[in-house]
């Protein structure tokens, strides 16, 4: 059924091929399994987009079976290294059981977990985050679109979920060359917001409505250690969405927290998620505000934080918008700086695929500098044991943070 179409190319054979160029066989030999437009010689028989392809060396080598999208700069990703295992049904459900026995041993009993992480788990473009009985999935290539059927199946056989609900609307899709597609691809009903139990908190999660598959699962550690330290007066929640690192502040004894965010529907979950967990909402200033902004208002009026989250959407998706992005992340800290009181601790982050953790390191550090403090790294953070990030594929590590302590 997902078998690719087998047109007949020049040399008299079936299966379609990708050969690269002379030389540009290097990252595919380290298993990074992006194949770019510019490295590519010619494709044989070039299959649909979704379809398999064989991806070979100049030298005719075999190199790994991949899927094409040919509307993409990444024209092809490699899903197996062994001619002797082709992308099938049986490959994909190996690889989701092996994603879904990973994450039980790594974080046994976790009801919202995300148990599929694309090319760090052998799933080219597929995310799949658990809430309960429910599975949200996103698939982000055309080879993951493409082998639908197959990943719901494997994954309803794994854990035994009663809806699946896809929530294929990044932005991504477009460089793909997919459309978006949304809605139930297993189960019946409707998909109605759920409660998901973390580390003792509750969070109301919305799959239909909310940002990408509902929830930041990638922040529970960070969540966990702002908690650790939040027993201060002030603490400062910028782009607080639903209000995780907000209620992680309060359980973790906050007096006070102000709370930030361009979007009501966030901040007014965010509310209720204080209340479901029994936590005082008055003890939080939930602002509808623009935190690039706001941030100077809070300077302007002498404003004084203990602790202080920032936590922005990504702003470069790219290496090619990175530039812009930092000057966004470098703005936003300075201002975090200058709001800390003396021993203040700073959580902050960045999720832009195109912002590695040096770059990112390095623009805090020209922060602290120009906001004047003296501040030093007490923690490198990132996402947890559910996001993994393959030796070889390092652009799997999207999310990283610095704790910073200042004075
Ligand atoms: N910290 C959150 C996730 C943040 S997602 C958590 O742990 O769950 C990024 C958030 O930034 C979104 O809720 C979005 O509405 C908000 N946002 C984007 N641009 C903004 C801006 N300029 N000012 C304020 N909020 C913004």
New binding site residues.
């Given amino acids: 059924m997902n078998r690719p179409p087998r047109t007949p190319h020049q040399s008299g054979g079936t299966t379609p091929r990708l050969i690269l160029k002379a030389g540009r066989e290097r990252s595919l030999l380290r298993r990074h399994p992006w194949v770019f437009s510019g490295a590519i010689e010619r494709v044989e028989a070039a299959p649909e987009p979704g379809g398999s392809l064989a991806v070979h060396a100049a030298d005719n080598s075999f190199l790994g079976w991949a899927t094409y999208s040919p509307e993409s700069q990444i024209r092809a990703r490699v899903w197996s290294w062994h001619e002797a295992e082709p992308l099938n049904a049986e490959l994909i459900t190996a690889r989701v059981a092996g994603a879904v026995a990973r994450r039980e041993r790594l974080l046994p009993g976790m009801n919202a977990v995300r148990l599929l992480h694309g090319e760090a788990d052998g799933l080219p473009g597929c995310v799949c985050d658990r809430y309960g009985d429910l599975l949200v999935i996103q698939l982000l290539s055309t080879g993951a679109a493409r082998w639908r059927a197959a990943i719901v199946a494997a994954l309803v056989a794994c854990t035994g979920a009663t809806q699946v609900y896809e929530r294929s609307d990044a932005d991504v899709l477009a460089l793909e060359g997919l459309p978006i597609a949304q809605g139930l691809v297993h189960g019946e009903g409707q998909v109605l917001p759920g409660i998901v139990d973390e580390q003792g908190l509750r969070f109301t999660v919305d799959p239909v409505h909310g940002?990408k598959t509902g929830?930041?699962l990638d922040?529970r550690d960070n969540?966990a250690k702002v908690r650790a330290l939040a027993d201060v007066d002030e603490v400062l929640?910028?782009?607080?969405?639903?209000?995780?690192?907000t209620a992680s502040a309060l359980a973790g004894g906050a007096r006070h927290v102000t709370a930030?965010?361009?979007?009501a529907d966030?901040l007014a979950l965010a509310k209720t998620n204080v209340e479901l967990n029994g936590l005082s909402a008055e003890r939080v200033d939930f602002l509808d505000?623009?935190?690039?902004k706001?941030l100077r208002k809070l300077r302007d009026q002498g404003k004084a934080y203990d602790l202080i989250?920032m936590?922005?959407?990504k702003f470069a998706p790219t290496a090619a918008t990175a530039e812009r992005a930092a000057r966004g992340y470098k703005d936003i800290n300075l201002l975090a700086f200058k709001l800390l009181k003396p021993g203040g601790l700073l959580f902050t982050f960045s999720c832009s695929g195109g912002v590695n953790p040096d770059l990112f390191q390095k623009i805090i550090a020209g922060a602290a500098l120009d906001a004047g403090v003296d501040a030093r790294i007490v923690a490198h953070l990132n996402a947890g044991a559910d996001h993994p990030v393959a030796l070889a594929f390092p652009e799997s590590e999207y999310l990283k943070g610095l704790c910073c302590v200042v004075g």
């Fill in positions: 940002h929830f930041y922040q969540r929640d910028c782009f607080c969405y639903t209000g995780g690192f930030i965010d361009a979007s966030a505000a623009d935190v690039f706001h989250v936590d922005p959407p």
